[in-house]
């Protein structure tokens, strides 16, 4: 039975991408799979990893489960907004915070690349815009994609990572907003 986790990034708990989040959710669950979700904004945790790799910080309750999540996930489901072409600093806080040596990946003296220690799992990122996807790929090389797809996840083992890009979201419609719902519920039913 597959193991899904869906991680939302979005700090206001009535985002749209809340709702994203419950129709991934909604389609995953007429599945066998095992269903479960983080939502970073209600977690209690210090978003600063304030040693650096210097010192490891002890984690919290909430940072301990969430790596168990992510463990015995086998497949993760981000679900955030694009701001400033990157994620909002509460997500990036806690990608900090989890995604440790020794945890995610493990460096191997000598060796510029680490082992992989997400090997095995798949990823969808589900992100949300007001750039359109073609001025973010032309002229932003995609940067918030690729650093959360080949910078973190495929650099910890997760592959493969597929990308679902919606915008722009600012003065969107109704029947976009339900559409792109609909779409999401449908890769939640195919668990992609």
């Not at 749209?16 to 129709?23: C, G, K, P, R």
């Not at 701001?83 to 915070?97: H, L, T, V």
Request: glycine residues 6%; charged residues 20%; positive net charge.
């Amino acid at each position: 039975m597959k193991k899904v986790l869906i991680i939302n990034g979005h700090p206001d708990t009535e985002s749209y991408n809340y709702a994203l989040a419950e129709a991934y959710r909604s389609g995953a669950s007429q599945t066998y799979a095992t269903i479960s979700q983080i939502n970073i904004a209600e977690l209690d945790f210090n978003p600063n990893l304030q040693f650096g790799y210097r010192k490891r910080m002890t984690l919290e309750p909430d940072l301990s489960d969430a790596i168990d999540k992510i463990n015995s996930a086998d497949h993760l489901v981000w679900v955030f907004p694009m701001w400033w072409y990157s994620y909002p600093a509460i997500m990036k806080g806690f990608i900090d915070r989890v995604f440790l040596p020794g945890i995610t990946y493990q460096p191997i003296e000598g060796k510029p690349f680490p082992e992989k220690l997400l090997k095995g799992k798949s990823a969808r990122l589900i992100i949300t815009a007001d750039t359109p996807r073609w001025y973010d790929y032309l002229f932003m090389k995609s940067n918030t994609i690729n650093q959360l797809k080949k910078g973190t996840l495929k650099y910890c083992g997760v592959n493969p990572v597929k990308v679902t890009y919606l915008a722009p979201i600012k003065d969107s419609s109704v029947t976009a907003r339900n559409a792109w719902l609909e779409q999401i519920a449908v890769l939640g039913s195919e668990l992609k």
